[in-house]
Nanobody
Framework: QVQLVESGGGLVQAGGSLRLSCAASGFTLDYNNICWYRQAPGNQRELVGCIRPGGSTNYADSVKGRFAISRDNSKNTGFLQMNSLKPEDTAVYYC?????WGQGTHVTVTS
């Protein structure tokens, strides 16, 4: 069964950090881009950033310098390290690989 499962969300104060994980099962992440999206209440889902199979990354301007995407192919898992969090980072975060989406994990940043 093909599945992506996010974890690591939670409640954090502004300035804090969280690390999200995206664990894949039923298929390999090795040859795929791993992308992270987020959706805040009342907003459209937006791209946070992606990591390519070779390790290169791209990020939305709003998170550049604060967020970092990585991958561990041996664990079939992608990661989103979020530092210097702001209240406007509050959203449900989703990982996406090809046509597959996770169920999302909630991140709430308090001021």
């Amino acid at each position: 069964q093909v599945q992506l499962v996010e974890s690591g969300g939670g409640l954090v104060q502004a300035g804090g950090s969280l690390r999200l994980s995206c664990a894949a099962s039923g298929f390999t992440l090795d040859y795929n881009n791993i992308c992270w999206y987020r959706q805040a209440p009342g907003n459209q889902r937006e791209l946070v950033g992606c990591i390519r199979p070779g390790g290169s990354t791209n990020y939305a301007d709003s998170v550049k310098g604060r967020f970092a995407i990585s991958r561990d192919n041996s664990k079939n898992t992608g990661f989103l390290q979020m530092n210097s969090l702001k209240p406007e980072d509050t959203a449900v975060y989703y990982c996406n690989v090809a046509v597959h989406w996770g169920q999302g994990t909630h991140v709430t940043v308090t001021s």
